[in-house]
């Protein structure tokens, strides 16, 4: 009740330095949308603030279309680089510097909010020190619903939108969280709920024991030997490896199996992506690569990190630390003592909760009437599809759900998007669907950045609530 009343009290003087953005640097002309960029407070006493960009949906009437949250995961990776600027955002940065349009941007459909989660990501900050020592799950559920209520206080048009929220990767902890929050919220009196609608996760670590372990995904695609994936099985598994890994517990099994799949996979393969070329071209935004010590889960993001289109992210880290860049979206206000990047930045986050198992959360959620999809890009082993199968299958079996659709094909422009199923059959609402589950062909750990289009027709089937396109027509 304590944190409630607090939430209550203090999106009652909450302030923020939301201004409209004039219009970005390089940005095409005849852009008829607007955009806004900020600052949320979520926490006065200690200085916390979180940064956003809001892209109104290209309609005449952007009221008519829902409100979209996005959060990256990591944890502590942007949404504002990755999701904005290379994944679904109207915009990305050209090879000449300027920003070219996105013709499969999700504001074709919606409202879309870009959050920097939590604090220490990107542009987002705290001016208590001591927060970026020991941040966790539990504390970024609940900066994110204060960041929600207050944003909706400088937005208060949209507070009677309906909410879709969506994320990526560890973004299966962070919006499962936040929305357990939200529906617990939503119980006060004298307070105008907010209208949570359904929730889309992208290759989402769920479980630890289930969603990264990748040995049958590598070595079915061609990526490790016979005898690597013994050894994965009987020395040391991915999960194992994780967790001695963030612990700094490495065992010497553990280290040996890592390093030989390291070397039959090659530094020239990524990790989220089997099918990404590499960037060949140098780029001026290495002088942005962070140095220094870091967290240990943000080592493992890392040494596991994404890589570009082949060289986009370098072109994002240089487009985000122009300070024109930062001065048209009012940003970096406080004269942060880093760089922006990607993931890497000075919070420290709770190792424990990488283990945390998720799977009961999003049944409550489902129980709750909260329709869920989840998705994988099919060339990522990070997060391999099987695994997310495996986890979906076991949703609809633990919540007697009913197949609603044949496992088959959905289509996307006359071509095969993917594979998908979906479920229903809750108690009293025996029509709706309330589980869906997709691969996307082709993708990987970041689906709308390598598969647009396909990223596209898939967030307007989880808008909607139906079912895929099964035809090609």
Known sequence: MAFWFFVLIFSFYSKSSAEVIT???????????KQFSGYITTDAQHGRALFYYFVEAKSASPLSRPLTLWLNGGPGCSSLGSGAFMEHGPFQPGDNGLLVKNGYSWNLESNMLYVESPIGVGFSYSNTSSDYLRWNDTQTAKDNLRFLINWLEEFPNYKDSDLFLTGESYAGHYIPQLAALLMEYNKNPNIKPIKLRAIALGNPLLDLDISVQAGEYLWSHGAISDETLMLKKTVCNDSKYLREYVHGKLSQGCKEVFNRASDEISADVAYDGL?????LSSSSAEQ????GKHGKIHAMVASRGTRGDPCLVGRVLTYLNNPQVQKAMHANTTRLPFSWNFCLGPLEYQ??????????LISDLIRAGIPIMLYSGDQDSKIPL???????NKLAKDLKLSPFTKYGTWHNKKQVGGWSQSFGGLKDRKNVTFLT??????????VPFTSPSQALTLFRSFLSGTPLPRSSA
């Open 23 to 33: 219009a970005l640097p390089g940005q095409p002309t005849n852009v008829s949308f």
């Open 275 to 279: 099918l990404l070329p590499n960037c």
């Open 288 to 291: 942005f690569r962070p140095k």
């Open 351 to 360: 190792e424990d909760n990488l283990d945390m198992n998720l799977i009961p």
């Open 386 to 392: 099987t695994q997310t199968r495996i986890i979906a």
């Open 437 to 446: 589950y997709a691969t996307v062909r082709g993708a990987a750990h970041e």
